[in-house]
Structure formats: structure tokens, C-alpha cells
């Protein structure tokens, strides 16, 4: 089976797992239910749940006990979508091709739809943590990712730097590694946890690069790439003056660091060593991607 | 000592514990820590850290074994009001006097703290997880009281009748059941799901009723009461033809909805008998409350 055949039947096996949850979703009233739905069934990469499922293959950690982790990380990604492109936030019409939720739902129905998929995330955490001290530590790990000291601050720093053009490089670091790499650090330390820390420095550093990677794609994507293609509006990040790496190091400089980071990753994975073809192949896919 | 004494002694206990919290937060952006410690700092009554202390003390759970529960309830909660005022929900200025979070740190940034609130009281929950089985069941059943399930279903359905004016009785006991008082069954519950559930059944039961009584006297205090004794708009859930008591069953057949509620949950309290007199005291001044 080629890389590319590998990740889709990852995606898909969770994309089973979601519309297992999606159809049990039974909460009232129904435009809750519909507007978590719509925007988890959206589609989009998978690329966090694809990340636990290949790390959980290198580590030897059992599918059954990944399944749950990568549903709630999923979760806590769609509700960050969600409340990011709300009107007072980015303010984006348009996700994977679609309305996004706020433009279906409404603004109001928008923020619930977020805090519901934040607590459901975390409802089913709580129901992990009676397997063991090993599932306790791996849901708060992700917890604090996504938190004060991880996403959103990241978020919260975006926020504020939206119409500042003096750009530097520690704060679009500190941009770009909470906001972005911290929920792609999550989904790949989350095995090594499971399995009592198997190489975890290695997997969060490995996390941290390739998370700052997907996100300088993103930004030479916002430049290069079409509505088309990405599904939402594009040219945005750079034009409004907000805190991207085109705008610090330049279109040919953002390539550069992409190169380095992707190089950083390739690096790490070969000291972890096993069979890590898998994730050698999505760091030139992350590095290449078109959309 | 008596009950008001007793009632502020928890509560400036309580304000220790968050001024602690307060104190120890140092995640960056600054008005990131600015904008929780804002609306955690604007006061309030802290019913729901006072019930979880003293229904400790009524069923002789330590202090200690409670703490970072109530501090979690009330992160949630506060959470729940800064949404709540944003402009695409109620559209709130005022809260507790001050202007709302919103008004001060702007929609996006308001949006954020409620994120950040709500997601700290879960990286507080999961640390508590590993001290054992009862502590993960009562950090289970907090996050589920807040979810879609409970508080966020009450939310939408609130929102969703937001112009009707069909009153009816099932829809308002649906809002006032999840939207207000699970929120203040789940700091009931606790101390009891930490001494191994008991009278788990009758502190759930106490919880709701206690909750509908708390929410049927704010529609009343929304007719009755003045601006400066609440540190909030009046008037105005009746107005917008919002679901409340009052819009259903009119201003007397809310005192006598009230005095229901307040006799069933005194009735509870004397059936568990022990040193309930300051629960018995608490539900007079919940039917009483002026503010």
C-alpha cells in the first residue's frame, strides 16, 4: 500500500469512528445536534487523527485504545474552527468549501456549537480516565494543549497583533507554536503516553516542528493557492496585516523555513527509527501540499 | 453563628481560593490573564462554591478533598455569563455592575476568555483525576451537567425560543432544568460523589429544585428588582418575549411557582436530615432574594 492509500484508509477508518458519534449525538434541541454535525462532517484533512493512528502503528499501541483520544483532539479542532471564524474573530464566511457555521446557524448558535464540541471533548475524556493512570495523563496533557497556556494563547495573540505590522520573530513563534503546533503536538504525544512515554520528547518536539511546518504551508497556501483548492478565502491572512511568515521572512523566505522545518521532522523521525516511512511521506506531503 | 455569616464565611473562604488562582495566572497575552481575571474578580454571590462547602460539612467531607471542584464550577460558570452577554446571545452590558467582559475587552477577546475558563477548569479536573476512582466520577459528572446534554442544551433551547411567545410549560422547565440548574447540581452533587454517593439521589433532587427555585426568583427580580441592587439590565428578559416564568404564569403565579420549588426543597433537606439548618436557611433567602 503507497503513502497515499495509507492515509486515506487512516482518514476514513476515523471518519467511521465520527459518523458512529455523529449518528449517537442525540441532544436537544435539534439545531444543536445539527449545527455539531454539520460542521464535524464538513470533512477537511484528518490530519490529527491520521497523526495518532500512524504514531499509535510505529509504538505498537492497540487502535481501540487510540479511538476515543483522537475523536475528542477532532472535537477540540472543530470548535477552534468554529469560534475562529466567528465575525469578531477572523471573520470567514467560507470553510472546506461550505458556509461556515456561524453563516448557517447563526453567530449565537455558532458559539454554543463551539463550547458544546470544547465539553464533549472533554466528557469523553473523563469516561478514559477510569482505564488508568496512563489514560489520565494523556487526557490532561491534551486538555493543557489545547488551553490558557497552549491554543489559546496562541489564539489570543493572533488576535492581538491582527493590525500590527511590525512583525518579529519571537511573537510569530509564539503565534504559530500554540496556536497551530500545539494541536498537532497533542494527537502525536497521545500514544507514546499510552504506552508509558515511548520516545515522548522526540514525538513532542517532532510535533512542535511539524505543526510550525503546516503552518508556514498555510501561509505560502494563503499567497499560491485558490479558493478552489482550499475551500475558503484566500490572500486574506496576508492583506489584512496579520502575523503570518510571509509577511516577517517574505514568500522565498517562508520556503526556506519550510525547508527547515520539514528537514527538522525528517530528523527527528529518523532517530525514533522502526517503520516511520509512513510519517516521512506526510512531512514531504505537508511540505508539498496544495490545499 | 448565623446564617449570613456562615453563608459569607464559605464565600470569602471561597474568594481565597480564586484570589490564589487569580494570582497564580501568568499565561501571555496579558489581556489574555486580564480578561478572566476581570470577570472572575467582578464578584458575585458564590452560591455554588457555598453550597458545594457546606454540603461538605453536612455529609463530612474535608475541605481540601473540595477546593479545586468549587473553583472549577465557578470557572465554568463564569465562563457561561461572558458568553452569555456577548451580543449575539443576550447581548448583555452589564454584569454584576461593571461592564460585561465584552464591553471591556472586546467580542473576540471576550469569546476567548469564555474558552479559556472553560477549558481550565478541565486541566484543574484531570490533575484531580489521578487522586482516584470517586474523584473522576465527580469531574465525569460536572463536565457533563455543563455539556449538550445539560447547561449548553439549555442555552440553545433559551436561544432558540428567544422570539416566541407560544409559552409552555415543557419548554421553560427544558431551559430552566439545563440551563440554570444543572449548573447548580453539579456543586451539590460533588461532595457527595466524593464520600461514595451518599444521599446522591436526594442532593440531585435538592440540586434542580434548588436551581428552578434560583432562576424562577431572577424572573421575578427581572420585574421587581432595580438595576442597582442587581448590577445587571431588569426588564428585560420579559420584554423580548424571552421564556420566563413570569411570561408564562405571570407575576403571582410565579411567587407561587417559587414557594412550590422552595417547599419541595426543604422537604428534601428534612428527609436527610443532620445539620441541614444552614441549607434550610439558604433556600429561604434564595425564595427571599432581593439581588
Redesign the interface.
Known sequence: MNYRERYNEYAEEFNGVLKEFCNN?D???E???DS?RYSLELGGKRIRPVLTYSVGDLLGVERKKLSNFALAIELIHT?SLI?DD?P??DNDDFRRGKPSNHKVF???????A???L???A??L???E??KG?EY?SA??FI??C????GM??G???D??HEKDTSYNEPTLN?IYENKTAKLITAPVAVPSILCGGKHFAELKAFGRDLGCLFQVTDDILDVEGSFESLGKSIGKDGKEGKYTSVNLRGLDGSKLMADVLAERCRGILEGIGGGNEFLLNLVDDVRNRKA
Chains 1, 2 share one sequence.
Open positions: 449525538l441532544c436537544r434541541p439545531i444543536l445536534a455539531l470548535y469560534h466567528l469578531e474573530m447563526g453567530a449565537g448558535n455558532a458559539v454554543l463551539g463550547d458544546g470544547l465539553n464533549t472533554y466528557s475524556l473523563f469516561k480516565c477510569v493512570a489520565i487526557a490532561s486538555c493543557d489545547a488551553g490558557i497556556y489559546i494563547a489564539q489570543s495573540a488576535l492581538l509564539f
